[in-house]
T-cell receptor
Framework: QQPVQSPQAVILREGEDAVINCSSSKALYSVHWYRQKHGEAPVFLMILLKGGEQKGHEKISASFNEKKQQSSLYLTASQLSYSGTYFC?????????????FGQGTELSVKP | NAGVTQTPKFRVLKTGQSMTLLCAQDMNHEYMYWYRQDPGMGLRLIHYSVGEGTTAKGEVPDGYNVSRLKKQNFLLGLESAAPSQTSVYFC?????????????FGDGTRLSIL
């Protein structure tokens, strides 16, 4: 049931763009995105509900394709502060509401 | 406003010892969760609670017990610690089961079992 994130790791130069994907084999009710810096707690970025919603947070945005059971996180004009591990958390179906199953994470490194 | 507080932050145990990890939140959240995080595995749900006096199993519940006697506290117990339980443990809370509610995480407890 664990969603699959791709890529596992990505290295960027400051100002470059990146896309992180999260795919599930189960029907999704919602997708949550979190960022975790080394040695720290995960920090909430955004939530997408079923319905193909796209949301934005500064230069970070995300989409949710309910039919394909996947979500993508878009980071544009990356900054050094974007470095960290990104996790998607999925609510599987209506019965799974309130309980998140997290992907294995995507490690993002932004270099000057 | 402290948010989610985990106690202790670090602990080293010997195999077979028992211990309890404490999670406290001051946001009046209904839902609370315990996760473990291992390299390359992401966050895996151990147990969770949808309200005071209720608990439920997550993905990896074996070897752990939990209790939620008070709304603000969620305890995770290891009755007989094993080296496979060496991990970083995170507690989280959320306001409600509604899907538009984020989870707020504590700073984690780093547990080593020798």
């Amino acid at each position: 049931q664990q969603p699959v994130q791709s890529p596992q790791a990505v290295i960027l130069r400051e100002g470059e763009d990146a896309v992180i994907n999260c795919s599930s084999s189960k029907a999704l009710y919602s997708v949550h995105w979190y960022r975790q810096k080394h040695g720290e707690a995960p920090v909430f970025l955004m939530i997408l509900l079923k319905g193909g919603e796209q949301k934005g947070h500064e230069k970070i945005s995300a989409s949710f394709n309910e039919k394909k059971q996947q979500s993508s996180l878009y980071l544009t004009a990356s900054q050094l502060s974007y470095s960290g591990t990104y996790f998607c958390g999925t609510e599987i179906g209506a019965k799974g509401r309130g309980k998140l199953i997290f992907g294995q994470g995507t490690e993002l490194s932004v270099k000057p | 406003n402290a948010g989610v507080t985990q106690t202790p932050k670090f602990r080293v145990l010997k195999t077979g010892q028992s211990m309890t990890l404490l999670c406290a939140q001051d946001m009046n959240h209904e839902y609370m969760y315990w996760y473990r995080q291992d390299p390359g595995m992401g966050l895996r749900l151990i147990h969770y609670s949808v309200g005071e006096g209720t608990t439920a199993k997550g993905e990896v519940p074996d070897g752990y017990n939990v209790s939620r006697l008070k709304k603000q506290n969620f305890l995770l117990g290891l009755e007989s610690a094993a080296p496979s339980q060496t991990s970083v443990y995170f507690c989280a809370s959320s306001y409600h089961r509604d899907s538009n509610q984020p989870q707020h995480f504590g700073d984690g407890t780093r547990l080593s079992i020798l």
